[in-house]
């Protein structure tokens, strides 16, 4: 069991607006595929069937990003009203807080968060709704975190990315006809720029994910003794079904252990470490497109370990390898970060489920 927590909270002020987190995945593949299983069903038919999701609790709940709502709706069930702060269109590198905002927060009973300083525009949102009784449940508390730059290529730079300081540097200071030194100081500092020194995306690590919900269901019970049943029950439900999906997964890409996939921004590590998959990335946060210099080592690296897929975040546009598909004679496929969506698609339990589900396929697909 990790360490969690929950507690008031009045932090410091930091607000920053920041360029769309945009991913493109190039596939090697020179491993057998899978045959396929009935799981995937399975795991799916069983969401909105065992994990109550309905508004109304007196419990007033607010949390920021779509896989933490999925999750917290899981665990609250008919028990809280959970009201999701960020638009589900918005990414979170560009949220522009309004004044209506700071009135959830205020009158809000608790703040579920992702963490790893991934919502960095919270504290000043907080800080001005002046909610003593606001208790913060941080949903990555005591979980195995990733630190920007391990497992990568030594094209990118490893040194710590929390050395620098928030504004220093922007996107529009990232000069790309600049020496590769430059250029890979550039990557660290842009990571600084949108988080902390740590990778914020477990939750596309289902086991990850589980420490998650568990976060969340021991802050609940802390905020709401009472419920604590409810919340326990719900929690193990949707945590049986985390489990089915971890195994799914697992069983689908085993025959692709040490396989490397290249994201286009560094979302993708937890995942593929989870897997056995190595992941690099090509584009730092908050660049939105690839230099040239990031293209040709994207052709390099087509050449130099037989890639047969592209596998680009579906809010991401064109962003130019559809022109790059077309010149290496690569499909594109798409791998889903659940992170943005149409309001009425999340609406469904099993949202985050058959999301990372339909990841898997693609990603298999891309592998055969």
């Not at 000069?175 to 949108?194: C, Y």
């Not at 719900?234 to 490397?260: H, K, R, V």
């Not at 897997?275 to 293209?295: H, I, Q």
């Not at 004679?329 to 609406?347: K, N, Q, S």
């Amino acid at each position: 069991m990790s360490k969690h927590s929950f507690r008031p909270i009045r932090p410091v002020k930091l607000l920053a607006g920041m360029t769309s987190l945009l991913a493109v995945a190039l596939v090697s593949c020179t491993a057998t595929p899978s045959d396929e299983t009935n799981a995937t069903t399975d795991i799916q038919s069983t969401a909105s069937s065992e994990v109550s999701t309905g508004d109304g609790g007196d419990l007033q709940v607010v949390t920021t990003i779509l896989p933490i709502t999925q999750f917290t709706k899981a665990v609250a069930g008919d028990r809280a009203t959970v009201t999701q702060l960020l638009p589900t269109t918005a990414d979170p590198h560009d949220f522009q807080a309004k004044p209506g905002d700071v009135q959830a927060i205020a009158t809000a009973d608790v703040l579920v968060k992702n963490g790893l300083e991934l919502e960095y525009f919270l504290d000043d949102l907080v800080d001005n709704a002046d909610n003593s009784t606001l208790v913060l449940i941080d949903s990555s508390e005591g979980i195995e975190t990733i630190a920007w730059g391990e497992d990568h290529s030594d094209s990118h730079s490893d040194e710590s990315h929390g050395e620098h300081d928030h504004d220093e540097h922007s996107h529009d200071e990232h000069d790309h006809d600049e020496h590769d030194h430059d250029e890979e100081k550039a990557h660290s500092e842009g990571h600084d720029h949108a988080h902390g020194s740590e990778d914020p995306h477990i939750w596309l690590d289902p086991k990850r994910a589980i420490e998650q919900v568990e976060n969340i269901r021991d802050g609940l019970i802390a905020a709401d003794p009472e419920g604590e049943s409810t919340y326990t029950d719900n929690a193990a439900s949707y945590i049986s079904q985390l489990q089915d999906l971890d195994t799914e997964i697992t069983e689908q890409l085993a025959p692709y252990a040490g396989q490397t996939f290249i994201s286009f921004q560094d979302f993708a590590a937890y995942f593929a470490e989870s897997y056995g998959l190595e992941s690099e990335f090509l584009v730092d946060v908050p660049e939105a497109n690839p230099s040239p210099d990031d293209m040709r080592r994207i052709t390099e690296t087509v050449e130099a370990e037989n890639v047969k897929a592209l596998l680009t975040e579906p809010s991401a546009g064109d962003s130019g390898f559809e022109a790059l598909s077309k010149d290496l004679d690569i499909p594109v496929g798409v791998f889903d970060p659940v992170v943005i969506a149409e309001a009425a698609a999340t609406e469904n339990a099993d949202y985050y489920l058959s999301t990372m589900l339909k990841n898997v396929e693609n990603l298999e697909s891309a592998l055969q």
